[in-house]
């Protein structure tokens, strides 16, 4: 295709058609259609460009060397505006006349310069690396300045798309002239002198220029290995813009988004942020707790992603309560945790998988059924918040009947000093938490301040697992008032009640692969199976097991072990004493989870369990507890796998679905299509093989 560029004529023009029916003979149209060619409107006009595109895409070389220029990079003109005079010709053939707003221009292999005017912003989906070379970004609420370190920032199609916006920065009184030689000599070492003198064309003060280059880890090549999952970062969508700027962008592994597809915040998300952030950076009150609640998929996740970063922008480090079991942000699901954030989070969860704090294994998605463990699961994390820094929390969507006063509890048990309550006209209704409402409403385990007051309700069970400070310890629970922080949500989101499930469980299941990523070498090295790393040999007797979602008898425990996803856990009761295993625990305990990994296969003979996970060896000299939740591990891993031959183990199609609780609902009649292939274990223990 040719590198220059062509611009339509407003104006009526016979040369246009000519010139159109030389470049593709077979766009062929009638005698009425050619006469009004002139007086079409801006659509049919629109539509014709895309069969001139659609020509040179097809390698046509143009009569007349002039540039073909998209809808979407030429300047917007009103519909009244005077034909535009053609574009004279650039003397470099290397180099196209008009460039797009904002210039991208290619840097080799991978490697692509954005120049960015001060107040224009760039949106775009897929993944890179971004390393500002001159003035100032901000990408999702974090700021990126020159000589800053480059980021990651992660665009996927799971969620509304980022936009890389230039903000204003400090000149020390420079001149035009002497910002230009500054940019320019900053670019020598990434553009030879044409792309150079037709970026800098386009250079204004306060402009940014940045640099893009394709990203490669591990973990990103792990999960786009499965089938049917590379469309979370790259996805080949049909184009018309087929220009220079297209190519560049290709290389690097994203592509230009239309700006109402990135992420909008409302006016009132603003201001709250930013008081949110005034507060924490206060010296006297640096220490706020922040409790984010509202209903489910209004976009608490989304508003607290960018809260962190416009913290991180200010302060170093700011802790995280994790309260939400089913879409976790740093950690797999299932799990509560308490995490310190260092580094900006720009992307969504399953690009940024760390290890916490404290972690506690609850082992399901949802807290139905066992509010109580749910509630001394998170009074035993809190414990280990130490109040050196602003304290984020996150909870749960449901706040309807019991979740809403399962909510009120936690707002007492955490005296949280901010509420941020988010609401929408498109959700379920929420009463306003005021502390009013607070105060004067029944949670599931605590009463209102009037019955306690009335009839001698106690609140001192919630303190007994606490470890407050000294002037904290006097009545840690007592109800002193917050500020209620109100965000109206505009955030419109894909799932629907139908298919929000199979929604969240992609997500879940996306946050699993991301941690299995660890287990595979450092880029450049190739991608290794699964099958083919060396596990863990666990002895029976080192370790106890405890199913949490189910009670399963003690002759069928390491059937609900074997190719499970377990949590890696540490009690303080000493299992060592057991001359053989397994060992079982009666009931499930409260204790801190070390990390995760499969139970690859157990060894009867050697009675050993075969544990794969990327824990180093010197935390799993702790762990002597092993918990199996309904976390399941995701079937591509299973079915998926490279290099094997023959059957693949624990799937089978020879499976009899009639057997009491052999499907998902009992009793049900399975139709022709759920008998098709599905993954359970076998009632045989494999052992590892090399």
């Not at 999952?229 to 560049?248: C, D, G, K, R």
């Not at 976790?328 to 580094?343: A, D, K, R, W, Y």
């Not at 009947?401 to 498109?426: A, E, N, T």
Request: net charge positive; with cysteine; hydrophobic share 35%.
């Amino acid at each position: 295709m040719a590198d220059s560029l062509l611009l339509f004529k407003r104006g009526p023009s016979r040369s246009t058609w000519l010139r159109a029916r030389k470049a593709r003979p077979h766009l062929i149209l009638s005698y009425r259609p050619r006469r009004r060619l002139g007086r079409l409107r801006w659509r049919s006009r629109r539509r014709f460009r895309r069969r001139l595109l659609q020509a040179q895409a097809a390698g046509v070389d143009w009569r007349e060397g002039g540039c073909l220029v998209s809808r979407a990079a030429a300047p917007r003109r009103p519909k009244t505006a005077a034909p535009s005079p053609r574009l004279a010709k650039d003397p470099a053939p290397s180099c196209s006349a008009i460039l797009p707003i904002p210039p991208v221009r290619s840097a080799g292999s991978g490697r692509a310069v954005l120049l960015l005017p001060l107040g224009q912003g760039f949106t775009f989906s897929g993944i890179c690396r971004v390393t500002c070379l001159y003035g100032q970004v901000q990408v999702f609420g974090f700021t990126i300045s020159q000589g800053q370190p480059a980021q990651n920032v992660f665009s996927t199609y799971t969620h509304s798309r980022l936009t890389i916006n230039a903000v204003h920065y400090s000149v020390h009184e420079k001149s035009k002239k002497e910002m230009k030689r500054e940019a320019r000599s900053l670019l020598r070492s990434y553009l030879n002198q044409d792309d150079r003198y037709c970026l800098m064309k386009n250079f204004s003060p306060l402009c940014s220029i940045l640099l893009l280059e394709r990203l490669k880890t591990s973990t990103v090549n792990f999960i786009i290995s499965h089938p049917g999952l590379s469309y979370v970062f790259v996805q080949e969508i049909p184009t018309f813009q087929i220009n220079s700027e297209y190519f560049a962008l290709k290389s690097v592994g994203i592509r230009r988004e239309r700006k109402k597809n990135g992420l909008r915040l409302t006016e009132s998300a603003f201001s709250v942020m930013e008081e949110l952030v005034s507060i924490s950076c206060e010296e006297a009150d640096g220490c706020p707790v922040i409790l984010v609640c509202g209903s489910q998929d209004i976009g608490k996740s989304t508003f607290i992603r960018y809260l962190i970063n416009q913290l991180l922008n200010s302060i170093s480090c700011i802790d995280y309560l994790e309260c939400d079991l089913g879409q976790t942000e740093f950690t797999p699901p299932g799990c509560i945790s308490l995490l310190n954030v260092t580094e900006p989070v720009l992307g969504p969860p399953f690009t940024h998988q760390r290890t916490p704090q404290n972690m506690v294994y609850y082992g399901k998605p949802s807290c139905k059924n066992s509010f109580e463990n749910y509630i001394e699961i998170i009074k035993y994390v809190f414990s280990s918040y130490k109040r050196e820094s602003p304290l984020i929390v996150n909870t749960m969507g449901w706040v309807a009947d019991q979740g809403l006063l399962l909510l009120i509890d936690l707002i007492r048990l955490l005296s949280p000093s901010h509420v941020v309550q988010f609401s929408s006209d498109r959700g379920r209704y929420m009463p306003d938490l005021s502390p009013s409402y607070v105060d004067s409403m029944d949670g599931l385990y605590t009463k209102s301040t009037s019955k306690v007051r009335n009839r001698g309700f106690h609140l001192a069970e919630f303190a007994d697992s606490l470890e407050f400070a000294d002037e904290e310890k006097e009545n840690p629970l007592l109800f002193t008032g917050y500020k209620l922080m109100s965000v109206k949500s505009e955030f419109v989101s894909g799932k629907t009640p139908r298919n929000r499930e199979s929604h969240n469980k992609v997500l879940r299941e996306l946050a699993v692969l991301s941690y299995l990523g660890q287990l595979q070498p450092p880029v450049p090295k190739p991608l290794c199976p699964l099958h083919g790393l060396t596990p863990y040999q666990v002895p029976f007797n080192a370790v106890a097991l405890r199913i949490i979602h189910a009670d399963v008898a003690p002759t069928h425990i390491l059937y609900a072990v074997n190719a499970s996803w377990v949590g890696l856990c540490k009690i303080l009761d000493d299992v060592r004493g057991y001359a053989s295993g397994p060992i079982l625990l009666a009931q499930t305990p409260i204790c801190d989870c070390l990390g995760f990994g499969i139970c690859r296969g157990i060894d009867m003979e050697k009675r050993l369990y075969h544990i794969l996970t990327p824990v180093p060896p010197e935390e799993l000299r702790n762990v002597n507890c092993l918990l199996v939740g309904t976390i399941s591990i995701p079937q591509c891993v299973l079915k998926s796998q490279r290099g094997l031959e023959g059957t693949i183990p624990y799937i089978t199609t020879d499976y009899n679905f009639k057997l009491p609780g052999a499907s998902e609902k009992i009793g049900a009649r399975e139709t022709e299509e759920t008998r098709k292939e599905k993954v359970h274990p076998k009632p045989k223990f494999y052992r590892k093989t090399n």
